[in-house]
């Protein structure tokens, strides 16, 4: 059983290989099974945390898990990956939402998946493997530290209205608001944090995910008891059901098929199109330097062999399908897929029982999901930002490499902070390229 895209591109190679020429059991079946519970447990709080800090409502991290991890899962080049929401996307999500709004950030993914789709079918897959190391550390060492930045507000309980766009500005008016640090909020984003740094030490297989958050949840209450008010996903976003009824949180429904263009009011013309492409542009070849990347981390873990270009359409036509349910980007996620790995998978049905996971959270545990803090969530987003830093490989590469490296790298990284990642990825293309010639 073959399918081919239009260029001859296998899509869903990787379940194919998986599932169907090699002999799919009961015995594979139950590991994967325990596999996309696990992934599941620790993609559901990272998603909502993920969508707030792109500037959308949490329910929307939940979406792309359950619909964009679902359908790449299924298209994919590679057995091993799961894809959701990650934090690579933050950085250029965040001013789109801004400008934009929720509608203006889904069309923008679904002409990245279109982008995708091309790669694919032009079969660029391979080329985009041959980005250097000091570019790729630019960059995620870069997005790690705006990320870290963005969550010192919801960390400290600071009162901060409006998050200016530039860094600079973001810091400036960070330390002018530190005098109303909240302790409340502080101290549960302190206590999250311990949590998810300590928690490995004890070699549990469980993430330590779910037992931060409530050690953070119970810190919560027992400071609620005092009189002191803490900011949760409850307090802070509410939803709008079909039927006008409002409510707080997370809507314990299934995602709805909505236009992108119709979730909220959206200027739809060619100025507004014609500033969305290039975002577009840049988002894909991030999500297609994210996702192959994984892709080639996961097959050095299992000694297996990825397809690169079929990985590329199934990422394209899960940022495609998942904007009509409200989706946002998705990608994959190398700690999320490193998991999924570790925990006993043997096909994409660990990653498509993953997004059901996180289907059944949101179904039946929504009201539960409301109760928790945002300094929690800046406690589990922090951690991640200090996972994508790779701060041992920036300091070999510092300590090692040849000048020219460093000195790429650092441009990278500061273009990435201090500007934007059109700019950056744009120039670290260039770069690339020059470094791959000489």
């Not at 079946?29 to 696990?38: M, P, R």
């Not at 409340?184 to 998810?196: F, Q, W």
């Not at 949180?249 to 236009?259: A, R, T, Y």
């Amino acid at each position: 059983m073959k399918l081919y895209g239009l260029s001859g591109t296998k899509i869903s190679c990787a379940f194919i290989s998986a599932c169907i020429t090699t002999p799919y059991n009961t015995t594979r079946f139950l590991k994967d099974l325990i596999a996309g519970i696990t992934v599941g447990i620790i993609a559901i709080p990272l998603a909502m945390a993920l969508a707030i800090a792109s500037g959308v409502p949490p329910q929307h991290g939940l979406y792309t898990a359950i619909i964009a991890g679902f359908v790449i899962a299924l298209t994919g080049g590679s057995r091993f990956s799961v894809s959701g929401p990650t934090a690579a996307f933050v950085v250029i999500l965040y001013p789109v939402s801004l400008q934009y709004g929720l509608s203006g950030l889904l069309i923008a993914t679904l002409l990245s998946g279109v982008f995708l789709i091309l790669m694919g079918m032009i079969r660029l897959g391979r080329l985009i493997e041959y980005i250097p190391l000091p570019v790729v550390l630019g960059f995620t060492s870069g997005i790690a530290i705006t990320i870290a930045t963005m969550q010192i507000k919801d960390f400290f309980g600071l009162t901060l209205e409006h998050m200016p766009e530039s860094y600079i500005s973001k810091v400036i008016e960070l330390a002018k608001t530190l005098p109303s640090i909240n302790i409340a909020d502080t101290i549960v984003g302190m206590v999250t944090l311990i949590v998810l740094i300590v928690w490995p030490k004890f070699r549990v297989k469980i993430s330590g995910h779910l037992p931060a958050l409530v050690a953070g949840i119970i810190v919560m209450f027992i400071f609620n008891q005092f009189g002191y008010q803490i900011e949760t996903i409850g307090s802070r976003f509410t939803y709008t059901l079909a039927d006008n009824t409002i409510g707080h949180g997370i809507p314990s429904v299934l995602p709805e098929f909505v236009l992108p263009w119709e979730n909220a009011e959206f200027n739809w013309d060619w100025t507004t199109l014609s500033a969305l492409l290039p975002i577009s542009l840049t988002m894909a070849m991030l999500c297609a330097i994210e996702s192959l990347l994984c892709a080639v981390v996961l097959d050095e873990m299992t000694h297996t062999k990825h397809h690169s270009n079929s990985e590329l359409i199934g990422q394209g036509l899960g940022n495609i399908i998942a904007p009509f349910f409200g989706g946002i980007s998705a990608t994959a996620a190398i700690a999320r897929s490193a998991a999924n790995v570790k925990a006993g998978a043997t096909s994409p049905i660990a990653a498509v029982l993953h997004s059901l996971v996180v289907l059944l959270a949101l179904i039946c545990f929504a009201p539960l999901l409301s109760y928790i803090p945002l300094s929690a969530m800046a406690a589990l987003l922090l951690i991640v930002a200090w996972n994508m830093s790779a701060v041992q490989r920036v300091m070999y590469i510092i300590k090692c490499a040849p000048k020219d490296d460093i000195l790429i790298m650092l441009i990278c990284m500061s273009l990435t902070v201090l500007f934007d990642m059109v700019i950056a990825i744009t120039l670290g293309i260039v770069l690339a390229s020059i470094l791959f010639m000489r």
